[in-house]
């Protein structure tokens, strides 16, 4: 008998993930509250996601395997994949995920499985997917299997990674772990490693938080660099010749909706145990003021023009959620600046405070009258910019987050250069240093 899975939230993880379900001739029902995308998706078009994403998505769709509705049914495994953001006051929201629990659970029946993907503080498994079932009248030990199994994607390579990434799968039960480890070792070809919901729930945190300090660590030793005239790049190139080294690399600032947000999980309940792990957010929150004041001292003052180069908060995807350039366009903004943002991915930007990002897709209409030019993102498009790149439109300034561009040429040019983790050079000085 196929087995039929529903998944709700069909968003950057749920939508692939249900494709590839599919794919592997299962019946899915992709079940989203937004009309407009299960309309495109029941016309058989996938409207969003990255290149590899779209076919996958459009051959399910177009095989029947794959159908999209707004509201849940009937199924054997349910799969909930919503947001859980933070609360400006740094709080887990998971108002997303208890709707989505209860509309699921009216059509939840013994015998059926349900799998929390959603990053969730530790605990969530238990209290809203048991609570639910318990509401319902339903045994959420006995008479269902209730998992927690945590995505770890990359954006940008999100179809490969669902499939070959070895995944935690916790269990309410150890029944309930094993039957998720069958499950996701059906469609995947990484390993499915069961422990209890809250461990599994735990390690999610833990990944990213883990990334978050490390980057935390990184711009220490930038800002240490900075300070002492050394260039951080090639400390860190040489320390991490070390057996047990691994020093990540500094930037702009920390951006996505996954780690600036998912260590706020612990800090909220485990508060004296994450004065690290405060911190270390903090500091990755700060980097975007850090590099303005870098330039600030470098003579930008209020009224002039910065050219933001990125927006997605990583390189080459399109994606721009709690993007470090964010932070910036407000510290832009509170410091009397005016910019425009360019870049060839991102066509849309959502900034909390309800400022503009003056996005544009033309690098030279970004520069064009602009004081300095600030690389926030690693796309393949701004490695090695140099003057030429920019038509003859020369900043006085660039400030380099990403440590991307053509230093010599841009100093040789006559524009100061203010790099992460490396002393600012001005051109006056460069042009001292030059032999004669
Ligand atoms: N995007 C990533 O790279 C990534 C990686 C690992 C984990 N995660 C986690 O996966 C979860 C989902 O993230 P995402 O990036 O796919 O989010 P997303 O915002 O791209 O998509 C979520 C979808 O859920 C829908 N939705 C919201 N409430 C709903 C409800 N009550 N019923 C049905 N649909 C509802 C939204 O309309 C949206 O389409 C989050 O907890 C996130 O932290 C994301």
Same mark, same amino acid.
């Given at each position: 008998?196929?087995?039929?899975?529903?998944?709700?939230?069909?968003?950057?993880?749920?939508?692939?993930?249900?494709?590839?379900?599919?794919?592997?001739?299962?019946?899915?029902?992709?079940?989203?509250?937004?009309?407009?995308?299960?309309?495109?998706?029941?016309?058989?078009?996938?409207?969003?996601?990255?290149?590899?994403?779209?076919?996958?998505?459009? %051959?399910?769709?177009?095989?029947?395997?794959?159908?999209?509705?707004?509201?849940?049914?009937?199924?054997?495994?349910?799969?909930?994949?919503?947001?859980?953001?933070?609360?400006?006051?740094?709080?887990?929201?998971?108002?997303?995920?208890?709707?989505?629990?209860?509309?699921?659970?009216?059509?939840?029946?013994?015998?059926?499985?349900?799998?929390?993907?959603?990053?969730?503080?530790?605990?969530?498994?238990?209290?809203?997917?048991?609570?639910?079932?318990?509401?319902?009248?339903?045994?959420?030990?006995?008479?269902?299997?209730?998992?927690?199994?945590?995505?770890?994607?990359?954006?940008?390579?999100?179809?490969?990674?669902?499939?070959?990434?070895?995944?935690?799968?916790?269990?309410?039960?150890?029944?309930?772990?094993?039957?998720?480890?069958?499950?996701?070792?059906?469609?995947?070809?990484?390993?499915?490693?069961?422990?209890?919901?809250?461990?599994?729930?735990?390690?999610?945190?833990?990944?990213?938080?883990? %990334?978050?300090?490390?980057?935390?660590?990184?711009?220490?030793?930038?800002?240490?660099?900075?300070?002492?005239?050394?260039?951080?790049?090639?400390?860190?190139?040489?320390?991490?010749?070390?057996?047990?080294?691994?020093?990540?690399?500094?930037?702009?600032?920390?951006?996505?909706?996954?780690?600036?947000?998912?260590?706020?999980?612990?800090?909220?309940?485990?508060?004296?145990?994450?004065?690290?792990?405060?911190?270390? %957010?903090?500091?990755?929150?700060?980097?975007?003021?850090?590099?303005?004041?870098?330039?600030?001292?470098?003579?930008?003052?209020?009224?002039?023009?910065?050219?933001?180069?990125?927006?997605?908060?990583?390189?080459?995807?399109?994606?721009?959620?709690?993007?470090?350039?964010?932070?910036?366009?407000?510290?832009?903004?509170?410091?009397?600046?005016?910019?425009?943002?360019?870049?060839?991915?991102?066509?849309?930007?959502?900034?909390?405070?309800?400022?503009?990002?003056?996005?544009?897709?033309?690098?030279?209409?970004?520069?064009?009258?602009?004081?300095?030019?600030?690389?926030?993102?690693?796309?393949?498009?701004?490695?090695?910019?140099?003057?030429?790149?920019?038509?003859?439109?020369?900043?006085?300034?660039?400030?380099?987050?990403?440590?991307?561009?053509?230093?010599?040429?841009?100093?040789?040019?006559?524009?100061?250069?203010?790099?992460?983790?490396?002393?600012?050079?001005?051109?006056?000085?460069?042009?001292?240093?030059?032999?004669?």
């Amino acid at each position: 008998m196929v087995e039929k899975v529903v998944v709700v939230g069909l968003g950057y993880v749920g939508l692939p993930t249900a494709a590839l379900i599919a794919d592997k001739r299962y019946e899915v029902l992709g079940v989203d509250v937004n009309e407009a995308l299960v309309s495109e998706l029941q016309a058989g078009r996938c409207p969003l996601g990255e290149a590899e994403i779209i076919p996958v998505v459009e %051959r399910a769709l177009s095989s029947g395997r794959l159908r999209a509705a707004i509201k849940p049914d009937n199924g054997d495994i349910f799969i909930i994949c919503v947001p859980t953001p933070i609360t400006p006051n740094k709080r887990a929201d998971l108002s997303m995920v208890t709707k989505a629990v209860q509309a699921a659970m009216q059509h939840v029946r013994p015998g059926n499985m349900v799998i929390l993907e959603s990053t969730s503080p530790i605990g969530t498994t238990e209290s809203i997917i048991a609570g639910a079932a318990r509401d319902v009248g339903l045994d959420p030990t006995i008479d269902l299997d209730i998992c927690y199994c945590p995505e770890r994607v990359f954006p940008g390579n999100t179809i490969n990674e669902i499939l070959k990434n070895d995944r935690v799968v916790g269990g309410l039960t150890p029944r309930a772990a094993l039957r998720a480890k069958g499950f996701y070792e059906s469609f995947c070809a990484g390993k499915a490693f069961p422990v209890t919901a809250a461990e599994a729930e735990f390690s999610k945190l833990m990944e990213n938080t883990y %990334r978050d300090v490390n980057i935390a660590l990184a711009n220490s030793f930038a800002h240490i660099a900075e300070r002492s005239g050394i260039d951080v790049s090639k400390v860190i190139e040489v320390a991490n010749r070390h057996p047990r080294v691994n020093v990540h690399t500094p930037g702009p600032g920390v951006g996505g909706h996954c780690i600036p947000v998912d260590p706020w999980f612990l800090v909220e309940r485990y508060p004296e145990e994450t004065k690290l792990i405060h911190e270390a %957010r903090l500091i990755n929150d700060r980097q975007p003021e850090r590099l303005l004041a870098a330039a600030g001292a470098s003579g930008l003052v209020a009224g002039e023009k910065v050219a933001i180069l990125g927006a997605a908060y990583r390189g080459n995807i399109d994606d721009a959620r709690d993007t470090p350039t964010e932070k910036l366009i407000d510290a832009l903004a509170d410091a009397g600046l005016t910019w425009a943002t360019h870049d060839p991915h991102v066509t849309r930007m959502h900034i909390e405070s309800g400022r503009d990002p003056n996005l544009t897709a033309d690098l030279i209409d970004a520069v064009r009258g602009a004081a300095a030019v600030f690389v926030m993102t690693d796309h393949t498009q701004y490695k090695h910019l140099a003057p030429a790149s920019f038509s003859g439109l020369l900043p006085r300034m660039i400030v380099d987050g990403r440590r991307l561009v053509d230093t010599d040429a841009f100093l040789a040019a006559g524009v100061t250069v203010i790099s992460v983790g490396a002393p600012t050079v001005s051109a006056g000085d460069y042009v001292q240093r030059i032999p004669a």
